[in-house]
């Protein structure tokens, strides 16, 4: 899925991003454009909010485990897309990154609220899996806490392409080559399941 | 050669294609290599699943809140609320939405022939458009990679001397216009094509590669669907065609017994709920799809947004929708009555398809 033609739809994403705590992911020195004028609201927000809603939820929903919390992480990323002037070519990606960061902040900062935290299909409904990936909503718990352990950069990237974006994009988002990016995913990978493993063997 | 890197691996099983050929021939070769992809794989898998989150939001209370919470702080710059239903109706036409006419109906689908053990589970009786994107129609998932797709019956075209032919050959009736648009003149030759099936089953293993090769994770297939089998059939129809001086057609109407779909058992949900969650369209695309197509009678109908424009209209009562190209070179109006499906399309204008379409007389 391609989200975004070259790397200057991500670059937007900074440490300098107003409101945004994006993480060091991305490239010094460049700030979110903000619209002219205070506090202005771009026009299109509407429209994007829409078409990007769901997917923005989704990256969040998978760092954080709990949808109630990706509703929230989402809000706020929509509050700052809606005073920047990211291009609106460029605005999925754009709230995909921004998603992944703010949620991992949340995942780090202890910010989490009391949420109870869902397992897809509560799991009652999870069936075998065609490669034995049955995941306990302990095991999720503890991968979560796993994710929040990992490099930021390794946690993006893993988060970006469960999400379906192509690795194209998550190498432009996280400034690696396109090369890298496998090694990238398939690190925290192995780091995730060693996790379970590590719990799965002492238990 | 080296061993390609974990890095390559991984990739290969997202991206094949992004992985240089030299390295993919020598995995396919190197047990060392194919053992790597294998933990690999697993280890993707239980990432997948264990990230996976069932996230099903309510965009209009959604954005309800942030409304709210861009009024409180913003001094003002929101747009006014479109306020008529139409016209955002006409707005959600334009933007990158929906599709997926042929997976869906396909897999909701099955032939008419209805053996004994095939159960009905689709039959058309509405017509919705759904305008699609180009770039959004490139992620609906190819059927071939789902499961085995054999053609049983196919379209095959044919004309005959004149209407009574075209009935016979048919069963259907031919519409008669008596009054043609100006510009169309002339008398009509007659095409008919028999009644045309397919049969798709759906693979678990391919879909699992499918799935693979396309950057996701294989969500567990519900109980029953791998091997279950769908039907779809169309036609048999018949078209009345009017030449033009340089041999394009200048109208064409035509009828064809709208397409149905049987299933072996398992439930057109469930099928199409599975795929949906594996083609890589956009949530709003597939919501969408999954509200056209819940009653199993109304068949969506993509629209190249980039080429088409849709309308609704009736013919005498019954809905109809109008398609017009943005080039203004071709219009056709379509509906459907009594599992029936008749089309009235040409280098005409939206009045003067309607105008033939509401004219027509069964002979």
Redesign the interface.
């Given at each position: 899925?391609?989200l975004v033609r070259g790397r200057a739809a991500w670059s937007v994403l900074s440490p300098g991003g107003r409101g945004l705590p994006s993480g060091r992911a991305g490239r010094k020195g460049e700030a979110v454009a903000t619209v002219p004028?205070?506090?202005?609201?771009r026009?299109d927000?509407?429209?994007v909010?829409?078409?990007a809603?769901?997917?923005v939820?989704?990256v969040a929903?998978?760092?954080l485990?709990s949808?109630d919390e990706?509703?929230d992480v989402?809000?706020e990323v929509?509050?700052t897309f809606?005073r920047s002037s990211v291009p609106a070519g460029e605005a999925l990606g754009w709230l995909s990154v921004a998603a992944a960061h703010t949620a991992l902040n949340h995942l780090r900062s202890g910010r989490r609220r009391a949420h109870r935290e869902?397992a897809?299909?509560d799991g009652a409904t999870?069936?075998?899996?065609?490669?034995d990936?049955?995941?306990t909503l302990d095991?999720?718990r503890r991968?979560r806490a796993a994710l929040a352990r990992l490099p930021r950069k390794q946690a993006v990237a893993?988060?970006l392409?469960?999400s379906?974006v192509?690795?194209a994009d998550v190498a432009a988002a996280l400034d690696l080559s396109?090369?890298?990016?496998?090694?990238?995913?398939?690190?925290?990978?192995?780091a995730?399941?060693k996790e379970?493993n590590r719990h799965a063997s002492s238990d | 050669m080296r061993h390609p890197t974990d890095g390559t691996l991984r990739r290969l099983l997202d991206e094949p294609a992004g992985v240089a050929d030299a390295d993919r021939e020598h995995v396919a070769g190197c047990a060392v290599c194919r053992a790597g992809l294998a933990a690999a794989q697993r280890d993707a898998a239980l990432t997948g699943a264990a990230l996976d989150m069932d996230a099903d939001v309510d965009v209009d209370r959604a954005w309800s809140r942030l409304s709210a919470a861009t009024a409180a702080t913003a001094a003002d710059g929101r747009r006014p609320q479109t306020a008529a239903a139409g016209s955002r109706w006409r707005t959600a036409l334009r933007s990158p939405v929906i599709a997926g006419v042929a997976v869906v109906t396909l897999l909701a689908g099955a032939g008419a022939a209805a053996a004994a053990d095939w159960l009905p589970i689709f039959r058309t009786e509405r017509i919705a458009p759904i305008s699609i994107s180009q770039a959004d129609l490139l992620k609906l998932p190819d059927l071939s990679g789902y499961g085995d797709l054999e053609v049983t019956e196919e379209v095959q075209l044919r004309g005959v001397a004149d209407a009574a032919a075209a009935r016979q050959a048919t069963g259907l009736d031919v519409p008669r216009v008596d009054d043609l648009p100006r510009g169309v003149t002339g008398e009509p030759s007659f095409q008919v094509g028999d009644r045309a099936s397919a049969v798709f089953t759906f693979s678990e293993a391919k879909a699992r590669q499918a799935a693979a090769a396309a950057g996701h994770t294989l969500p567990p297939a519900p109980a029953g669907l791998d091997g279950s089998s769908f039907r779809l059939t169309v036609g048999p129809g018949v078209a009345a065609v009017w030449q033009e001086a340089r041999g394009l057609p200048a109208m064409l109407v035509a009828r064809v017994v709208a397409p149905k779909g049987y299933s072996t058992g398992v439930p057109f949900e469930t099928a199409r709920d599975y795929l949906l969650s594996l083609s890589g369209l956009p949530e709003h695309v597939k919501s969408q799809l999954r509200t056209f197509s819940a009653d199993g009678r109304t068949l969506p109908v993509h629209v190249l947004a980039e080429e088409l424009t849709s309308a609704s209209a009736d013919v005498d009562g019954v809905p109809a929708t109008v398609f017009s190209s943005r080039d203004g070179a071709l219009t056709a109006v379509v509906w459907v009555q009594d599992g029936v499906v008749t089309a009235v399309a040409g280098s005409l204008s939206t009045e003067e398809v309607l105008s033939v379409a509401r004219d027509l007389e069964d002979r």
């Open positions: 899925m391609e004028g205070r506090e202005a609201v026009a927000l509407e429209q909010f829409r078409a809603y769901p997917r939820v989704a929903a998978r760092v485990g949808r990706a509703e989402a809000q929509f509050l809606g869902v897809a299909g999870v069936t075998p899996d065609v490669a990936a049955v995941v095991e999720r991968v893993l988060v392409r469960h379906g192509s690795y396109p090369g890298s990016v496998g090694t990238t995913v398939r690190r925290a990978e192995s995730l399941r379970l | -």
